[in-house]
C-alpha cells in the first residue's frame, strides 16, 4: 500500500510510520518542517492549510492517515488554544479537499481525535454508543471545554467531507504508550523513577490508555475492515490514575512514589510548560466498536503493558509488532 501520513514527524508519527515502512509499505510523510526520515519514509512539505503539489501524493494513495495538529502537551494558553485548534482544523479541511478532488481517492482516510472528547466521570466508561461527550460538566474548569470543542470541530471537518468513494474512521485516540523517546510514558518513567511517581489530586481520575504495539495493529485492522465513523483507540481496561503509577512504579522496581496535591501539580504543569487537565481529567474509554468487530488486544491490561515497556527502555534493542 501507499500510505501518506500528514503531520507524521511527531511522536505517534515516527511510531507508526517506522512499523508500516517495516511491513513493506510506501510512506509519505507531509511534514511543516524539515526533519530527517525514518529508512523507507519519505518527506514531502506542506503547510497544513492549503492545497499544493502535496495532493499529488494523495491522488492514488491508498491510505491517508491524518495525525497533524499541534501537540496539546503545552499551556493552555489563548494563543496556544487557537494553534491547537487551527492545526487540526485546517489539515483535516484541506486533506479532505485533496481527497474530494482526487482522480483516484484513498480507500480509507483515518482521521486523528482524541479520548479527551468525552466527559470527565468516574461512574462508567465511555464507548461509542453510550460514552457521554463532555463540555457540559458542572465540576471541572470551564476552560477544559474547549479541548472538547477542538475535538468536535476535527471530526466534524471529516464528516463534511464529500468523499464518497473513501471510508472515513475517526481515531479517538487515548494515551499512546511507547517507549520511543518524546513521548507520554517516557516522562511518566523519569517522575517515577524520581520517586515523584505517586497519587495526583488523590488518584481517582481514570487514565486511558493504549500500548504502541496494539495501536498499531488496530491501525492496520480498521485499514482493512470496515468500519467508519468514530472509533475508541484505547486498551479495554482503564484504571484509576493511583492504580496505573503503582503498577508503573512496580515495573521499575521503585518502592515509592511522592503523592502530590492538586495545587502541587499546577505548579508542577507550569514548571514543564504544560496544563494539569492531562493529569486531572478522568479520561475512563473503551474500545467498544473495536472489540465488537473482532480486535484482539495484545496488552489488555497496564501491569502487562508497563513491564514491557520497561524492559524496551532498558534494552537497546527493541522491535515494534
Not at 477542538?150 to 471510508?167: D, G, K
Request: with cysteine; aromatic share 6%.
Amino acid at each position: 500500500m501507499k500510505v501518506v501520513i500528514p503531520g507524521g514527524t511527531g511522536h505517534l508519527g515516527r511510531v507508526l510510520s517506522r512499523a508500516l515502512a517495516a511491513d513493506g509499505h510506501e510512506v509519505v510523510v507531509l511534514t511543516r518542517r524539515g526533519s530527517e526520515p525514518e529508512a523507507g519514509v519519505r518527506h514531502v512539505r506542506w503547510d497544513g492549510r492549503s492545497a499544493g503539489a502535496w495532493t499529488g501524493e494523495i491522488d492514488g494513495s491508498d491510505v491517508v492517515l491524518n495525525l497533524a495538529g499541534r501537540s496539546v502537551n503545552c499551556r493552555y494558553t489563548r494563543r496556544n488554544l487557537r494553534e491547537m485548534w487551527n492545526s487540526r482544523v485546517d489539515s483535516a479541511r484541506v486533506v479532505g479537499g485533496a481527497i474530494e478532488r482526487a482522480a483516484r481517492p484513498p480507500r480509507v482516510w483515518l482521521q486523528m481525535s482524541t479520548a479527551t472528547i468525552y466527559a470527565h466521570r468516574h461512574d462508567a466508561a465511555n464507548d461509542e454508543a453510550t460514552g457521554i461527550l463532555g463540555g457540559t460538566e458542572p465540576d471541572v474548569p470551564a476552560y477544559w471545554s474547549y479541548s472538547v470543542d477542538i475535538a468536535r470541530a476535527w471530526e466534524r471537518e471529516q464528516e463534511l467531507a464529500a468523499t464518497p468513494h473513501t471510508r472515513k474512521v475517526a481515531l479517538r485516540t487515548a494515551m499512546v504508550m511507547s517507549p520511543e523517546p518524546g513521548g507520554a510514558f517516557e516522562m511518566l518513567l523519569r517522575l517515577t523513577r524520581l520517586g515523584l511517581g505517586g497519587p495526583v489530586a488523590g488518584g481517582a481520575q481514570y487514565m486511558s490508555w493504549i500500548h504502541e504495539d496494539d495501536l498499531v495493529r488496530a491501525i492496520g485492522f480498521l485499514v482493512d475492515g470496515d468500519l467508519t465513523g468514530p472509533v475508541n483507540l484505547a486498551a479495554p481496561e482503564p484504571l484509576p490514575y493511583r492504580d496505573f503509577l503503582r503498577a508503573l512504579r512496580a515495573a521499575a522496581g521503585v518502592p515509592i512514589g511522592l503523592p502530590a496535591t492538586k495545587w502541587m501539580a499546577e505548579i508542577g504543569a507550569f514548571v514543564l510548560r504544560s496544563d494539569t487537565e492531562l493529569l486531572l481529567k478522568s479520561r475512563r474509554v473503551v474500545p467498544g466498536r473495536l472489540l465488537q468487530a473482532g480486535f484482539s488486544f495484545e496488552y489488555p491490561d497496564w501491569p502487562a503493558a508497563a513491564e514491557d515497556l520497561v524492559r524496551r527502555v532498558r534494552s537497546p534493542l527493541r522491535t515494534v509488532s
